[in-house]
Structures are given as C-alpha cells and as structure tokens.
C-alpha cells in the first residue's frame, strides 16, 4: 500500500471508498442503505461498486432488521447505512437484536464533522459508540488527511470485521464523520482499485485439553438422567448427527427449541415443552435431570426454566466456542469453550451408550401423550390461533423457511412441532430480545437471500407495528405472511397476570383492542391479499397461498380473543394432569 497523501475534496471522499473496498475484498457483498444526505458519500459509492449489492429501504428501523433477517440467513456480515441523526438511533433496536442472537452486521453510520455536535446544527448527535454494549467492536473512520490514513482505514475494518465473525459473532459499528460537499463532481467513478494489504484471520477451532475431560467423563457416566437442551441456533448438519449419536443412550434424551433447527430427526422429542407443563410432582421429578447440556440461544419454554430452576442438576455444562456463559437455569457447574457439535462428538467418541436406564423412554411415552392429546385438543376446540397455527405448520411447503413472530406465534408453534414430511429447511425467530418489532422486517430480509417459500407467522400488534417493513421498492415474491388477527394483545387475555386486574384496566391499557385489517396494506405494497375465519376457509386457502407461482402474499385469520382464551385455558387443564 502506498503511504501517500489522501486528499478528501469537492466531494470526493477516497477513504470511503477505500473502506468499501476492504468490505468487499473480506467478502462483504450485501448493503442496506436508508436514504439520506449526509451519507451520500457512503451511498454513492455502494451504487457504483461493481461487486456490491445495494438494497434501499426508506425507514431506518425496518433497515436494521431486512440487514439482520438477510445476515440471519447467510451467517456472514451485512452492511447497514444511514444518515446522521436520529436516523442512526433507530437501527438500535436492529443492533441489539443481532448482538444477542450473534448475528453479525456491518453499521456505517454517516456523521456530522465532531466540532459541530452540541451546536444546534441540523441532524447532530453523540454517534460515537451509540450502541455500545450491545457491539462487538465500534470505532470512528479517520477524515483527516494523514500518510497514514489508509493503513488506519484499513485496519478500522479488518479489526471491524474479524470481530463481527469471530468465536462470538455479532454486530460491529463504524461512525463516519463526513464533510461537506458531499457530492462529487458530475462523471465521477470511484477508485476501488488499490492496491492493499488486508489481513485475513485464520479459521479457529476451540478444544479442551487432555487433562479436563477426566471429570466430565466421570460425572457423564454416573448421572443416570441426561438432558441435552439446544436453544436457537442455525442448521448444523455434524451437531445433528452428534445429537443422534448420543441418543442411543438410555440415559439421554433431547430437549430442542423449534429455533434450533433439530426437529424432527436429531430431536425427535416435539412436543416435550407440552410434556413439562404437569403439575404432577412424582412426573416433573421423574423428568429432572441430573446432568444437563445446554447448547445454543434463547430456549422459549416457560416450563423447563421452571423446571431446572425448581430440580437444580448435579451438573449443568454450557458449551460455546466463546465468551461469558448465561446461567439461564441458575445451576451451570462448569463451562465449556468448544463448539457445540465438536464437544458432542468428542464426549460420543470418549464414551459407550448405556442401555439399562429409562430416562429417555420416559420422555419419549410422555411426549407421545401430550402430541396425542394436543392433537385430539385442537380438532375438537373452536377455531382460533392454536389450531389455525396448526393448520399452516402442517401446511407448509417442504425444505422452505419460516419465521416466527414473538408473543403468542412463537409459543404456539414450539407445542405444535413440525410435520416431519414438510419440515422447514430453517426456521427462525427474533427470541434474541423476544421484541414484536422488526418481525415483518425480518422476515423481507431472509425472504431476498433465497427462493425457497419464507413464511412469517405473526400476530397482530407486531404486524402492523412493522408494515413499514413491506415499504419497499419490490418485495420478493417467495414471501408470504400469515398474520393471526385478534385485534388486540390477545397474549394478555391468555397468560395468567392480567387476569388478576379489573376488566376495564385490562382492557383499556393491555388488551388494546384495534379494529385493523391487513388489506389495505397488502393493496398499497402489492401483495395478494386473503382473508379467512373458519377453519375450513384457511383449510382451502392454504395450497393457493403457498404456490410458488402465486407470488407474495399475506394471508390474514381472523379470530376471537375469546376462542382463543377458551382453548387455551383447556390446553393448560390437559398438559396439567399429564402423568408418568
């Protein structure tokens, strides 16, 4: 690299495009830019880099997440651009969802000139580490003109970028203080062409030493109840073959999230979360392990933190390649810096399968009652959101995506399961912070990295909470939203809390009844647009809906707060008196 002098001058900002150039040497191809001017530099330069691919997405928030649903799919970093201002605060809630669910970003946030924040200038703020802790990395792109500004540029995104995909993966931020004018002259081409020096970090591969396996060897071959719980995490064909390793022990069984991309073959226990819902202490006793692996994110059962929280294990390992451990169950004894499949296959390696143990055929008979029943429960039940839920899992197109919305959807589909001849190839949800904004988002940016049908299940509030993500200049036609449509936080009219208030304090400031309807909005993003509120309507929807030649759809069912809560209660009394 050469060390001469970079002049930054009537619009033309070399060390930007230097950056970007970096950005696509390390194989970051993939942009979301929310227009604006101040960023024009930064814009500019992404539309006319020739190995670039730019998305525009008008509002910044739904940006941030179209950035992380499109980086959720790819696993590798996607950039994200904006203008100064509060334009930058609204990636925020985009940010701190990739930060827990370790999805890696890329956020270039333009910025006015440092000597002009706290001086009443137009769109100023304090951008520097603006989402600090929720980042792997943050640092400020040099303006000066110095010798050394291009090593200094070149480094800032390396380090970015190594800390985006390292052992803990997530997002990374770098604030671009940025000069007027910021538009070149008429004709001008960037240089993306020079000649540099970029380091590249070598793949690593955590392992235990020798001497840490002796005790845990120990402890596995003593504890006569196992249980491996895997929370979210993406499709990892050696983890599941590791997990079905494992399983020929008796002593082991497999408590998978629906995030987690194990169903149903390296976890075919589908329906355990309904399973853990008895009341019946000698059943709950005979399920508590006394040693517990805990892989992955966030785990959505309510039931199993209750109950490791209630029958702490003798051990309870956490395994990641990197970085402080979540002690979610209050009970983690030793922790374990190694990727998840490479542990698993070391400890199947390093032990023999024990046959003499019933744990694992005691989670199997339990989880075939409560599949049994469950099943029985919905096709007799009114129609409403648990069974129409069904109806679409069991409907959906075989190897295709899904996302899920938070609230209510995510709960429903982790008791329901998947049919196992149309088992989704992925499946994902933003149980990073569990938030209902940036579903819809989310879901447009998974839908454009692929042309499998992508599927959004999600109720109301949170659909038109986020509509602004359909605000776009196309939608890819393998989308398709299914939005459950109660007209309100229905959630608080089914768990437990509200119901100890007064009906008008729950009505008026939980509930929050809205009497919209998805299409009008579905007409102005050019979306097909159906409407059901029986379940035999939905039962002959479904097929035209999912048809790949169809195009992108939304798919609204109405239903009833009170059907709703009328199933639910009955779902609650049956998994209540499961027995052993």
């Known amino acids: 690299m050469s060390r001469q002098v970079v002049a930054m001058a009537d619009g033309v900002f070399p060390l930007v495009e230097l950056a970007l150039q970096v950005c696509s040497a390390r194989g970051v191809r993939e942009f979301v830019v929310a227009p604006g ?9 992404l539309a006319r880099h020739p190995d670039i691919n730019v998305r525009v997405v008008y509002d910044e928030r739904a940006a941030g997440y179209v950035a992380l649903g499109m980086a959720q799919q790819l696993r590798r970093p996607v950039g994200l651009v904006c203008t100064s201002g509060t334009a930058a605060v609204n990636f925020g809630p985009a940010v701190v969802e990739a930060f827990y669910q370790q999805i890696p970003l890329l956020v270039l946030t333009a910025d006015r000139p440092p000597e002009w924040i706290d001086q009443q200038d137009n769109q100023a703020i304090h951008q520097t580490g603006l989402y600090a802790p929720h980042v792997r990395y943050h640092a400020t792109l040099p303006q000066e003109e110095h010798t050394d500004a291009q090593w200094h540029v070149v480094r800032i ?27 070149p002259p008429p004709g001008y081409q960037p240089d993306f062409q020079h000649s540099l020096r970029i380091p590249t970090p070598a793949t690593s591969h955590p392992l235990l030493t020798e001497s840490a396996w002796p005790p845990l060897l120990a402890a596995w071959r003593q504890a006569q109840r196992k249980l491996i719980v895997v929370g979210m995490m993406p499709p990892d064909a050696a983890l599941h073959t590791a997990l079905m390793r494992l399983q020929a022990d008796s002593s082991v069984a497999v408590f998978a999230d629906i995030t987690a991309n194990c169903w149903p073959h390296a976890a075919p226990l589908m329906q355990a979360d309904v399973a853990l819902g008895t009341r019946d202490p000698a059943t709950l006793t ?24 209630a029958h702490p294990p003798q051990h309870l390992w956490r395994v990641q390649p990197a970085g402080a451990a979540p002690d979610t169950y209050q009970a983690m004894t030793a922790l374990l810096h190694m990727a998840p499949a490479d542990f698993l296959h070391a400890l199947a390696d390093r032990t023999t399968p024990a046959s003499a143990h019933d744990y694992a055929q005691i989670w199997r008979r339990l989880n075939a009652q409560a599949r049994q029943q469950l099943f029985r429960l919905l096709d007799d039940a009114p129609f409403g959101e648990f069974g129409a839920m069904r109806q679409v899992i069991d409907a959906l197109p075989a190897q295709s995506h ?30 990073g912070v569990s938030g209902i904004d940036g579903c819809v988002s989310t879901a447009v940016g998974a839908a454009t990295t692929t042309s499998a049908i992508t599927t959004l299940i999600v109720g109301d509030l949170a659909f038109f909470y986020d509509r602004n993500g359909l605000w776009q200049r196309s939608l890819p036609p393998n989308l398709r939203i299914v939005l459950l449509n109660n007209h309100g936080g229905g959630i608080f009219d089914i768990i437990e809390g509200p119901q100890r208030l007064d009906e008008a304090t729950r009505t008026d400031y939980f509930l929050t009844p809205q009497p919209l309807s998805a299409r009008n909005t579905a007409h102005d993003h050019g979306l097909r647009y159906a409407h059901v509120a029986d379940a035999d309507a939905l039962q002959a929807a479904l097929p035209v809906f999912f048809d790949p030649a169809n195009g992108s759809a939304i798919l609204e069912i109405e239903t009833t707060m009170e059907a709703n809560r009328t199933v639910f209660q009955a779902f609650r009394v049956m998994v209540g008196e499961f027995r052993r």
Do not use: C, W
Request: hydrophobic share 45%; proline share 10%; aromatic share 6%.
């Open 157 to 183: 995104i390396s380090e970015a970028l190594n800390a985006a995909t390292g052992l803990s993966p997530g997002p990374v931020h770098i604030n671009v203080p940025l000069r007027e004018p910021l538009y």
């Open 402 to 431: 899904l996302q899920i919305g938070n609230s209510m959807p995510i709960r429903y589909a982790n008791f329901i399961g998947v049919k196992p001849d149309r088992a989704p190839a992925m499946v994902n949800a933003n149980r």
């Open 286 to 309: 005979a399920l508590a392990p006394d040693l517990v692996i805990y892989l992955g994110g966030q785990v959505t059962s309510k039931y199993l933190k209750q109950l490791l929280r």
């Open 37 to 45: 001017s101040r960023s024009a530099p930064l814009t500019i330069a």
